[in-house]
């Protein structure tokens, strides 16, 4: 029998991907969803199916994506990418009243977004799962981020349909947890999971993985 070949899993973003990893070493996961995932899989023998890459930079904003998409995504040939990218894009523009909630913001994201996909599916036939960037109520000032953050979130779906790409609807599902237990035990800040919420954004990973692969 000739060895197996492992599917490629690239997960790709900023801090809530990034959480850490040593980007001297190719193979460091990090110590967030994306090493859930791994040790989720690792735990039903499935390791030597996959291998996991971890290609999150903390701070990136949709345009920093776009950068490095190539080097970091298309030429690494992924048999699937993860993508979440978004709420950089909304925490720069909060306080500058000339970008926050603004068309203009709206479709510069898309743009770039819209960009990313078309240049992937041009030269990939990768499984693309698209997760939703998210925000809490907590604390109180993260309520007004919404009306920068909502029309980027309806972009995101909209570009998973356009590009038959995979969505996670993360914000409705963490928040109607967070609603339940506490937003203060999913995230500290608003934006950044705690081990908890990493935790719940791998199961929904996973579901989907698995629900997708049947398709």
Known sequence: MGKMVKQKLLFIGDSITDTGRNRNNPESLGKGYVALIAKALADRGDSENY???????????????????????VALEPDVVTLLIGINDTWH?????????????AEQFEMHY?????SLRKKSDARIILMEPFVF???EDRKTWRADLDPKQVIVKRLAEEFDAEWIGLDAYLNAIGAV??????????VHPTKKGHLLISDAWLKQFEEGSKK
């Open 51 to 73: 291998q996991l890459i971890n290609r999150g930079i903390s701070g990136n904003k949709i345009h920093d994506i776009a950068e490095r998409w190539h080097a970091d995504c």
């Open 93 to 105: 523009n909060v306080g500058d009243k000339a970008i926050f909630a603004t068309e203009q913001s």
């Open 114 to 118: 819209r960009h990313l996909l078309a």
């Open 137 to 139: 109520p907590y604390p």
């Open 181 to 190: 237990e506490g937003y203060e035990t999913l995230s500290n800040d608003g």
